[in-house]
């Protein structure tokens, strides 16, 4: 066990693959002799070469589709979006293709290919750069959506995406590529997607919380539990789609009391979808009913003071986690 | 015969007035006026000081990330200069110089990177869009720009820029091929700067010149010495003549250099090297056009420290204009989501002024709601309290 950064550890993931199996390439943007905007290829170029790290010219749909044809004949291929913003461009190719030659082939065609790249708010890059992207994509039946929290998830959940054999949407957070953490250096260790984790155990309410949404309700959680005495179990569920949601009903069912936080703006997002199914499925456990704390329904604001009251704020967090357990 | 070569309408011409050596080819310079030989001049100047300016505020963390643009103003200012205020300017994300002279304030850019959407307000009366990052994405709406100009019975032509990197973009051949489909009066100002980020020019395209792409969708395409503002301005004004008389598009590419970084994030020292550079800064766009100045005995050693003066005042009575803004009302966040406030948008923003309220952060406070009541809690609950 290594003390490594998110960053580290997807570069890892992205070194184990390549040396365990021959078809894994990588395409994109500024990957190889730049080693990435966000420096996550860093050395991939040098070590695996240019038949293995193309450096594209800038056409987001054109090396998604050729990352489709490659995949479509064997090949793996991790396709880098330099933001995940810039994927809105291939989303043709994306949703139409990727999602669906699979189904419309009748199964002759797997896409196991990897679209992966940085996501979510980030720092004063304004509307069009700092937007969470999942919705896009979790939506489409056939893609898979992963979104890690730490640099262990980050590694664990990477390798089993270049090993699945469909399309998988993996956003990174553009926050916490600096971040450490323990993670595993055997070669062997992934995380199955559609996999969520207690993050936290607690007894008194449950958080479900992703990415960089997880930090600030941890600082919420524990602010409640010097406070009030709150105990609060956080549940990440790491893969979006598939969406663990056995984790996520046990906890409900044993708390009685459920938030759900996300960066994105609210409206028919990730949380809309989670209180629905908790209401489905365990309606008679809950105490009250399921609260959201979502992103602003505007664009991100470019603004400093504006940008941080677009995201959920730990006094949002804790000002729902009080209602739900409605302590005044 | 079966096989015989096809005569295609157009070719690629390159185009060079002022060598970068001083070399003047009488038969070809423009004529510009004295007046506004000293208009562009200045002009240039201030392009590049206040690049120089605006990279100094960022490494003091007084405006965020941008993209500086030395090296490239004669490329710039030699196009813009050939429109006139009643045609449109579409820039991509490196036009500091052609928004300058199309008349936006100082203060107005810095505001912008400083991150305040305000400072992309176009200002009355410039009919120029504002910047756009997502590389070609301004290739269709110039189109769409030139499109509703004929529609309007408008005689205006458009310029939009790019750089080479967009060319490999799907929405630049689309954009291309619908205005020669269309014959819109759009110019296509590429500023082949030789890098897109750390991916060298050869390594975009295969193409010897970027300027022959026009040929594929029917239009002329001409490459031009991009440091030079002779050059650039002939070549930009036939085009312009061309489009404002029915003729339809031009490409026209500009072979010029990034001399500084690409945006403020970047360190081009990690993918290229200091010859090349110094190669280029030899062929500097500004030295270039002051010299031809000064042989036309339009400029002396005075009147340039005069100008540098002047320029260095403008600059900074330009930054304290900036530097006395205010913070925006945090409200403003739910203005312009829809052309109205929806009901839902309405109350999210009334929730946030809500919180908001005695912080001081949002002078917009207004009337204080009533408490929302405290639902009630239900009767099978298993919370201890
Ligand atoms: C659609 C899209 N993809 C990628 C980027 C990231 N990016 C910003 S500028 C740039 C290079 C652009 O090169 P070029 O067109 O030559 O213009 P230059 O920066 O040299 O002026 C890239 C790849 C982007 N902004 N938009
Ligand atoms: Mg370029």
Redo the contacts with the bound molecule.
Sequence with gaps: MAVITYREALNHALREEMERDERVFLIG?EIGVYGGAYKVTQGLLEKFGERRVVDTP?C?SGFTGVGIGAAMVGLRPVVEM?TFN?AI?ALDQIVNHAAKIHYMSGGQFPIPLVVRGPGGPAHQLAAQHSQSMESYFYHVPGLKVVRPTSPRDAKGLLKSAIRDDNPVIFIESETLYGIKGEVPDDPDFTIPLGQAEVKREGRDVTVIAYAGMYYRVLEAAEELEKSDGLSVEIVDPRTLRPMDKETILASVRKTHRAVVAESGAGFAGMGSEIASFITEGAFDDLDAPVERVTGANAPMPYARNLERLKTPSKERIIEALRKVCYLG | MPRTRLDLPYHVDYLSILGPDGTLDTDLEPKIDEADLGRLYRAMLLARRFDERMLNLQRQGRIGTF?PIKGQEAAQLGSVYAITPADWMVPSF?ETASMLWRGWPMELILLFYAGYLEGMRVPDGVRDLPIT???ASQLPHAVGLAYAARYKGDDAVVLTY?????TS?GDFHEAMNFAGVLGAPVIFLC?N?Q???SVPRKKQTQSRTLAQKALAYGFPGTQVDGNDILAVYAASREAVERARDGGGPAMIECVTY?LGV?TTADDPRRYRSEEEVKEWERKDPLTRFRDYLQKKDLLDAEQERRLEEEIAQEIADAVARFEARQDPDPLVMFDHVYAERPPELEAERQELAERLRGTGASPAEGEAPAPTPMRGQRRTSRWPN
């Design positions: 943007e800038i987001e330099m810039f461009l | 993209a490196r990052i997502p590389v790019f750089g080479d990197g967009a973009e500023q700067n890098w897109a980020i990034r690409h």
